[in-house]
């Protein structure tokens, strides 16, 4: 069945430092990927889309990669702040499910600390 | 502004009782959808739906029925609650039916004793 992994054990990191998440994905060939971050007691708030086809996608600190070949997203935040400090999902779709509906992974918690 | 809203924060229920959570959306969105969140298990999704009168089985459905009688509101119903029903539940809508963003209402807490 398809499974999608991201790491369960939070991420601490220092303020200024460059976050990295990882999503790894088994038994599922996306057309695109989306991220998004949750913080405690509310719901998920997209950041980025990316596609098969892109390599790389950038908003403002934040920068996403897609390697179809790994099967793996890699997220990061550069100059992290301690307001980055969150809860980060990813998520998939593809022709196979419907690409509207999503598959998410359990997210990975961020920790910045000052 | 964007806006999801979900009829209730927080919610207790006694096993078998009939719950009903409500979810709209001011968007004039299409699609529609149901998730529930449980520690490490991510967000899984209950149902969905395309269009009015629409609705689809999503990856749990079991236990649950969907109704969406206008475009805005989406309602998920529990005919008969049972303690493993305990759960975030988070509502989410989408423009239409090509890839994009989901925006997600801020969630009810089930709690069933």
């Known amino acids: 069945s398809q499974k999608i992994e991201q790491n369960s054990e939070a991420l601490n990191i220092q303020e200024g430092k460059t976050a990295t998440l990882t999503c790894n994905y088994t038994n599922y060939s996306p057309a695109y990927l989306q991220w998004y971050r949750q913080d405690p007691g509310r719901g998920p708030v997209f950041l980025l889309l990316?596609?098969?086809?892109?390599k790389e996608k950038r908003k403002e600190r934040l920068k996403v990669t897609f390697d179809t070949t790994l099967k793996q997203s890699l997220f990061h935040i550069t100059a992290s702040q301690p307001a980055d400090s969150a809860t980060y999902l990813c998520a998939l779709s593809g022709p196979s499910g419907g690409y509207n509906k999503l598959i998410f992974g359990a997210g990975t918690r961020l920790a910045v600390h000052p | 502004d964007v806006k999801v809203t979900q009829s209730s924060r927080y919610l207790v229920k006694r096993t078998g009782e009939k719950v009903f959570l409500e979810c709209v959306q001011d968007m004039d969105h299409e699609n529609m959808f149901w998730y529930r969140q449980d520690p490490g298990l991510g967000l899984r999704l209950i149902y969905f739906?395309?269009?009015?009168?629409?609705?689809e089985k999503g990856d749990i459905p079991e236990g649950y029925s969907v109704s969406r009688e206008k475009k805005e509101r989406f309602s998920l119903i529990l005919e008969s609650a049972s303690t493993n029903q305990t759960s975030m539940y988070l509502c989410a809508s989408s423009f239409s039916r090509g890839v994009n963003e989901q925006f997600f209402g801020p969630g009810t807490r089930l709690t069933v004793l």
């Open positions: 990316i596609r098969e086809n892109e």
């Open positions: 739906s395309y269009d009015v009168k629409m609705k």
